[in-house]
């Protein structure tokens, strides 16, 4: 089990040894069935000064890294692969469509 | 007609709920010391809870969100624990002085000992607000503390300089730490945090909507500027008696005897009043304010609409702040040192809850169509500003000033 | 998978409030469990709620301290589990299809709890 408490916050690095900032959110892809699936993390190197951004993901300095890429889960430092391509964050500031009950 | 009835009856009793024991002290003295000097910075503080409540009542109203709720999911845990002991400490200091001061005004009235007068007091206000529903407790301390209007009276009727008053108005400086350490007061008394945690939640309680987003903004427009007005008025009455005399008005019933110099008996009897149900109302919110940050932190069931029994945990938290209020007052403290403690300190913490509710209210996810136009972002952004010069300065001046006693 | 809806989750559904099927507030989310690992994109299993959720949240070197303060996360008794399916909707809060004591959630806040019996009628 993986808790959200567990990856918010970590410092995130490639096995090459780059740093990529830390965990400031988690992405998640609603599909239509109700099930939520955790797909990236938010990742950025300003402090809580982005926070402070509006929406965490839109605004600058800020990528997300796929799970998929993620090859060591440690205490306060997630490892990620070094040919991880984080993807520009891209999602709209309006209100998600398809949320359950919306 | 009866739309204008209700905004008429909001704005009311938003003027009777502006002041409390803060600008009492800290408007009294301002005027005393520094005569019409300081006008410009209750203009300041004004105008700065005019856009924070309209801000947190729009929040409130289009996205049915209260200030701590915002602070909570914005700020994220940490921070909105951090703010949140803050917030209890500077509540209940702050209970503490309006319940003082409660019996302070008590004791000019009546003859009996200090120490029943506060029992008397607390047990008065814990009563109506268990009893008493939402609408009626706003009123009740609304419209009675509007006694207070005989201050802007008595403003007119001592003929002040006019010409001095308008130059007051208009921002200056004295290199002075005692200055500046009133500036921050004033701008201070003006900026509670408390009354914007009540208002956002009382908004909630009323159940607002878009469609009262034109209350909203009477309320905070109207009825913060008209209480604005009271506020300056408070200054000039003391102006005019104690500033001659050199009297330093650091006790509350100096201040209402500016009404008396005005209009004899009347004048002093309506000072008192108005005080006493302006300070008592100001208690009210304060341990409200309290209950309101402490449950909606914790995600608890909250709301006098719910009944005490429908929320137990609410209930016993402003209960349980009026205990510790009356414990801490019945302890002997001056209730004006522990409002100046409070005014300076609520100024420190402002930021914490001020800018969540900016972020919100300029985040489209949240607010749609009725999120912050650019004015409302420029003039949101200028007193956050604002807000953390003065929080910044707040504790070095108190520190340099040694409490504004020079 | 682009053109289903992401969401930030911290942003969006942390620290929410949560209000269940009778309108009644019930807790917040104070954290989300995952059911996965590394690999597969993991599935949002359950929201975490209650006070015994709030050390893990805290800054690393205050979790152990903040344990003993808000309770250590034992399940049911400082913390409920609440299903990610019982979620009904997502909008100024989060909003449940149970009620808040068949969830384990508000205990505190209930009518016949010993902090309600002790409250005289208004």
């Given at each position: 089990?993986?808790?959200?408490?567990?990856?918010?916050?970590?410092?995130?690095?490639?096995?090459?040894?780059?740093?990529?900032?830390?965990?400031?959110?988690?992405?998640?892809?609603?599909?239509?069935?109700?099930?939520?699936?955790?797909?990236?993390?938010?990742?950025?190197?300003?402090?809580l000064?982005?926070?402070?951004?509006?929406?965490?993901?839109?605004?600058?300095?800020?990528?997300?890294?796929?799970?998929?890429?993620?090859?060591?889960?440690?205490?306060?430092?997630?490892?990620?692969?070094?040919?991880?391509?984080?993807?520009?964050?891209?999602?709209?500031?309006?209100?998600?469509?398809?949320?359950?009950?919306? | 007609?009866?739309?204008?009835?209700?905004?008429?009856?909001?704005?009311?009793?938003?003027?009777?709920?502006?002041?409390?024991?803060?600008?009492?002290?800290?408007?009294?003295?301002?005027?005393?010391?520094?005569?019409?000097?300081?006008?410009?910075?209750?203009?300041?503080?004004?105008?700065?809870?005019?856009?924070y409540?309209?801000?947190?009542?729009?929040?409130?109203?289009?996205?049915?969100?209260?200030v701590f709720d915002t602070v909570r999911?914005r700020m994220g845990l940490n921070v909105a624990l951090v703010t949140l002991v803050a917030s209890m400490l500077i509540n209940l200091i702050t209970l503490a002085a309006?319940?003082?001061?409660?019996?302070?005004?008590?004791?000019?009235?009546?003859?009996?000992?200090?120490?029943?007068?506060?029992?008397?007091?607390?047990?008065?206000?814990?009563?109506?607000?268990?009893?008493?529903?939402?609408?009626?407790?706003?009123?009740?301390?609304?419209?009675?503390?509007?006694?207070?209007?005989?201050?802007?009276?008595?403003?007119?009727?001592?003929?002040?300089?006019?010409?001095?008053?308008?130059?007051?108005?208009?921002?200056?400086?004295?290199?002075?730490?005692?200055?500046?350490?009133?500036?921050?007061?004033?701008?201070g008394?003006?900026l509670v945090p408390y009354e914007v945690y009540f208002?956002?939640?009382?908004?909630?309680?009323?159940?607002?909507?878009?469609?009262?987003?034109?209350?909203?903004?009477?309320?905070?427009?109207?009825?913060?500027?008209?209480?604005?007005?009271?506020?300056?008025?408070?200054?000039?009455?003391?102006?005019?008696?104690?500033?001659?005399?050199?009297?330093?008005?650091?006790?509350?019933?100096?201040?209402?005897?500016?009404?008396?110099?005005?209009?004899?008996?009347?004048?002093?009897?309506?000072?008192?009043?108005?005080?006493?149900?302006?300070?008592?109302?100001?208690?009210?919110?304060c341990?409200?304010s309290g209950a309101y940050t402490l449950a909606q932190f914790a995600?608890?069931?909250?709301?006098?609409?719910?009944?005490?029994?429908?929320?137990?945990?609410?209930?016993?938290a402003?209960?349980?702040f009026?205990?510790l209020a009356?414990?801490?007052?019945?302890?002997?403290?001056?209730?004006?040192?522990l409002?100046?403690y409070a005014v300076i300190f609520s100024v420190v913490a402002l930021p914490l809850t001020y800018l969540p509710v900016?972020?919100?209210?300029?985040?489209?996810?949240?607010?749609?169509?009725?999120?912050?136009?650019?004015?409302?972002?420029?003039?949101?952004?200028?007193?956050?500003?604002?807000i953390l010069?003065v929080a910044g300065?707040a504790i070095?001046?108190m520190?340099?000033?040694?409490?504004?006693?020079? | 998978?682009?053109?289903?809806?992401?969401?930030?989750?911290?942003?969006?559904?942390?620290?929410?409030?949560?209000?269940?099927?009778?309108?009644?507030?019930?807790?917040?989310?104070?954290?989300?469990?995952?059911?996965?690992?590394?690999?597969?994109?993991?599935?949002?299993?359950?929201?975490?709620?209650?006070?015994?959720?709030?050390?893990?949240?805290l800054?690393?070197?205050l979790?152990?301290?903040?344990?003993?303060v808000?309770?250590?996360?034992?399940?049911?008794?400082?913390?409920?589990?609440?299903?990610?399916?019982?979620?009904?909707?997502?909008?100024?809060?989060?909003?449940?299809?149970?009620?808040?004591?068949?969830?384990?959630?508000?205990?505190?806040?209930?009518?016949?709890?010993?902090?309600?019996?002790?409250?005289?009628?208004?």
């Amino acid at each position: 089990m993986i808790r959200a408490s567990d990856l918010v916050g970590c410092k995130v690095r490639t096995t090459g040894g780059e740093k990529l900032g830390r965990v400031h959110d988690l992405r998640a892809v609603a599909a239509p069935d109700g099930n939520w699936r955790l797909t990236g993390l938010v990742v950025g190197k300003l402090g809580l000064l982005s926070r402070l951004a509006g929406d965490a993901s839109t605004s600058h300095g800020r990528s997300v890294v796929p799970w998929q890429d993620i090859v060591e889960l440690g205490d306060g430092q997630i490892v990620v692969r070094r040919d991880s391509e984080p993807v520009a964050p891209a999602i709209s500031a309006t209100k998600p469509e398809g949320l359950p009950g919306r | 007609m009866k739309k204008v009835f209700q905004l008429a009856l909001g704005i009311i009793a938003a003027i009777g709920g502006f002041v409390d024991i803060g600008e009492l002290v800290f408007n009294a003295q301002a005027g005393a010391l520094y005569r019409f000097r300081l006008l410009w910075a209750v203009v300041v503080g004004v105008i700065g809870i005019i856009v924070y409540a309209e801000m947190t009542g729009r929040v409130a109203a289009v996205s049915g969100r209260p200030v701590f709720d915002t602070v909570r999911m914005r700020m994220g845990l940490n921070v909105a624990l951090v703010t949140l002991v803050a917030s209890m400490l500077i509540n209940l200091i702050t209970l503490a002085a309006e319940v003082g001061g409660v019996a302070l005004i008590l004791d000019l009235l009546f003859d009996v000992n200090i120490s029943t007068l506060i029992l008397l007091g607390v047990m008065g206000l814990v009563l109506i607000v268990y009893f008493v529903p939402f609408d009626g407790i706003e009123r009740i301390f609304g419209y009675l503390g509007c006694a207070l209007l005989v201050f802007v009276a008595a403003a007119v009727h001592l003929k002040p300089n006019w010409h001095h008053v308008a130059q007051g108005l208009v921002p200056s400086w004295h290199p002075s730490a005692l200055y500046a350490y009133f500036v921050v007061g004033v701008i201070g008394a003006a900026l509670v945090p408390y009354e914007v945690y009540f208002y956002s939640s009382g908004a909630i309680e009323d159940r607002w909507g878009v469609k009262d987003l034109n209350l909203n903004r009477a309320n905070a427009f109207l009825g913060f500027g008209l209480g604005g007005v009271l506020s300056i008025a408070l200054i000039i009455v003391s102006a005019q008696v104690f500033a001659g005399p050199q009297i330093q008005p650091g006790y509350l019933g100096t201040t209402a005897l500016g009404a008396e110099r005005a209009f004899g008996e009347t004048g002093l009897l309506l000072a008192l009043l108005g005080m006493l149900f302006a300070v008592g109302g100001a208690a009210v919110e304060c341990a409200f304010s309290g209950a309101y940050t402490l449950a909606q932190f914790a995600g608890w069931e909250w709301g006098k609409y719910r009944g005490p029994r429908e929320a137990p945990r609410f209930t016993w938290a402003w209960l349980v702040f009026f205990a510790l209020a009356f414990v801490v007052v019945e302890t002997g403290v001056d209730p004006v040192l522990l409002t100046e403690y409070a005014v300076i300190f609520s100024v420190v913490a402002l930021p914490l809850t001020y800018l969540p509710v900016l972020l919100i209210a300029r985040d489209r996810t949240f607010m749609g169509d009725h999120a912050n136009g650019w004015l409302a972002d420029l003039v949101g952004w200028s007193y956050f500003a604002i807000i953390l010069v003065v929080a910044g300065a707040a504790i070095p001046l108190m520190l340099i000033t040694n409490g504004g006693s020079g | 998978m682009t053109d289903q809806p992401e969401v930030n989750l911290v942003y969006r559904i942390l620290d929410d409030q949560l209000v269940d099927v009778d309108g009644r507030r019930c807790g917040r989310v104070d954290d989300l469990a995952f059911d996965g690992d590394l690999g597969e994109p993991p599935r949002l299993w359950t929201i975490l709620s209650g006070s015994g959720a709030w050390h893990r949240r805290l800054p690393r070197p205050l979790r152990t301290l903040g344990a003993r303060v808000f309770g250590s996360g034992t399940l049911g008794l400082d913390i409920a589990q609440i299903p990610w399916s019982q979620v009904e909707g997502i909008d100024a809060v989060i909003t449940l299809r149970s009620k808040a004591r068949e969830l384990g959630l508000g205990r505190g806040d209930e009518p016949r709890s010993t902090a309600a019996e002790n409250l005289p009628r208004s």
